[in-house]
């Protein structure tokens, strides 16, 4: 059985885009910023000028920090799970290629 994040608003074919590594649509501009800003600090590790002050007009800089901090912690949970070599449960199959 294969589990997918299920968050109000979020559409089924946006999560397979990503799981896949293609590009996601949006409906929201909301929704394409957070995808742009989540995607463009895994990559650089940091943000540019354009995508931080859209980001700052959007969410504000509470809002910034808030976004920056659970790509943090996500990133931090991801990390011990695959240092501690943490397994799936039984029967499951990884959602993404290793």
Do not use: K, W
Request: glycine share 8%.
């Amino acid at each position: 059985m294969r589990r997918s994040p299920r968050t109000p608003g979020f559409r089924p074919p946006a999560i397979e885009a990503i799981r896949t590594e293609g590009s996601p649509t949006f409906h929201q501009q909301d929704e394409a910023l957070i995808y742009r800003i989540c995607n463009e600090i895994f990559r650089t590790q940091r943000l540019s000028d354009d995508s931080f002050a859209a980001a700052v007009s959007a969410f504000g800089e509470q809002g910034v920090v808030e976004i920056v901090a659970i790509i943090g912690y996500y990133t931090l949970i991801g990390n011990t799970l695959n240092v501690f070599r943490v397994g799936l449960p039984e029967g499951e199959t990884p959602p993404f290629p290793e």
